[in-house]
């Protein structure tokens, strides 16, 4: 399971993504994609065009694979929450094997934090949906009006609001590379999982300390580390 450390280390704090590691957000996020686009008289035939979408934020995103102006950006993420917030947000799958990962979490005493660039009312609104919001200590993500969207930023967010100190006992489990670098910017280590929309490339260049396949992997991780 190590990707570049020879031993697991003893870790306490374990902050998660939430896109692509603990829902699979892909009919959601995709469907208010098109729709947002649709606005532009934008046609997506094919929705796992739209799949790079999940994880960054998308005002990034707007701009790198459709070169729209910040004008454009800012009507296309108001189009898109137009219908997320009413219908994407629910259009969601919990990843097998989640529940018990963080139940069995919490009985061996690790803290688990979520830090997504999800703004955070949805990202709360979700894990209630999902009936797991007690499993987690505190709930981070950007804001409506675009305040921390990058994933160091909200990285940091949640490492200063719940007094985490002891950054060499913390670790940041996600699916994409904006996950490892906001990790590194942090001075946290990283785990990458490949079940989300991540590849083992992307996570491998951007410095993953740990890769694992499935969340069964997740499970042993937990055998492998704690105090």
Request: proline letters at 3%.
């Amino acid at each position: 399971m190590p990707q570049n450390k020879s031993l697991m280390k003893e870790y306490k704090y374990i902050l998660m993504d939430l896109d692509g590691t603990i829902t699979d957000p892909m009919e959601g996020i995709t469907k208010s994609i098109a729709y947002a686009l649709n606005h532009f008289d934008i046609k997506v035939n094919d929705l796992t065009e739209l799949c790079p979408f999940i994880g960054p934020p998308l005002k990034d995103s707007f701009k790198e694979f459709y070169h729209f102006s910040n004008e454009q950006t800012d009507i296309a993420i108001k189009k898109y929450r137009e219908r997320f917030s009413q219908v994407g947000v629910f259009e969601n799958i919990i990843y097998s094997g989640i529940k018990e990962f963080l139940t069995k979490a919490n009985k061996k005493g690790f803290k688990i934090f979520v830090a997504t660039s999800k703004p955070t009312v949805f990202a709360k609104q979700i894990l209630d949906y999902f009936s797991i919001s007690d499993q987690f200590l505190f709930v981070g993500g950007s804001e409506l009006d675009g305040n921390r969207q990058q994933k160091g930023d909200v990285i940091k967010y949640v490492l200063e609001t719940n007094n985490i100190r002891d950054l060499s006992k913390t670790i940041m489990i996600g699916d994409r590379k904006y996950d490892i670098i906001g990790a590194k910017e942090n001075n946290i280590d990283s785990m990458g999982v490949l079940y989300g929309y991540g590849s083992h490339e992307e996570l491998t260049q951007a410095g993953a300390d740990y890769i694992v396949a499935t969340t069964n992997q997740l499970n042993d991780f937990l055998n492998s580390t704690g105090e």
